[in-house]
């Protein structure tokens, strides 16, 4: 008889809800590698330096209009996967020395892309993502003081300077392109349209090309 209430006791301790073993089966952590909800991966991944929603933050809002109608899936998942080497865009496939998985990446692809809204049929077209051609540093420079002076004082050193040497550092030919484009609207830094006149393909690839040269020619003078 005692056998058998030991037994009973055992059974009942094993299916309890409060069981030790069971306890531990329910709030058993996830796995970095098996986060599967976008709003968490973008939040621990991205949020910090491309605002909340992708509405940008420190760098460009890939979340905003401008930028999905430029960037397609391929080009956001290769900027996801490697990063921009030599800036503060890290890589964050497995493959390339990240923590994300194929999946996570894809997650964050297909969520991100679910942000774009249709586009006006009567704006005007965004330039390309990629230039198509080699700018000019000199015309470049002549649209910058045109255009960007206000902001960014002459020859781009002024109160909000991006002909700054620990800027350039930090940033690649595709960023300057990309912020030209898109603007950073939550830093006050309007989109190609709000000039005297919107930017062509030409004037952007004009400007990056222009001041990709002052990266140049500051690294240089450092180097002296």
Request: proline residues 6%; charged residues 20%; hydrophobic residues 40%.
């Amino acid at each position: 008889m005692k056998s058998l209430v030991l037994c009973i006791i055992a059974m009942l301790a094993v299916t309890s809800c409060d069981a030790p073993g069971r306890q531990a089966a329910e709030t058993a952590p996830v796995r970095p590698s098996e986060v599967a909800d976008f709003r968490l991966l973008y939040s621990e991944n991205c949020s910090g330096c491309h605002g909340a929603n992708g509405q940008g933050a420190l760098t460009v809002g890939i979340g905003t209009t401008v930028y999905l109608e430029i960037a397609d899936d391929s080009t956001i998942r290769h900027v996801v996967e490697e990063g921009r080497p030599g800036t503060a865009m890290q890589a964050f496939a497995q493959r390339a020395g990240g923590m994300l998985t194929d999946a996570q990446v894809e997650i964050l692809v297909r969520g991100i892309r679910s942000w774009a809204k249709p586009a006006d049929a009567g704006q005007d077209k965004p330039p390309a993502y990629a230039a198509s051609q080699p700018g000019d540093p000199a015309r470049g420079q002549n649209k910058f003081n045109a255009s960007c002076v206000p902001c960014h004082g002459a020859n781009g050193r002024g109160t909000r300077a991006v002909a700054d040497s620990s800027y350039l550092a930090l940033v690649s030919d595709q960023h300057l392109r990309t912020v030209i484009i898109t603007g950073m609207p939550r830093l006050g830094m309007p989109d190609w349209r709000s000039h005297e006149k919107p930017m062509s393909d030409a004037d952007v690839a004009d400007v990056v090309a222009w001041l990709a040269a002052q990266r140049e020619s500051l690294s240089a003078q450092m180097n002296r």
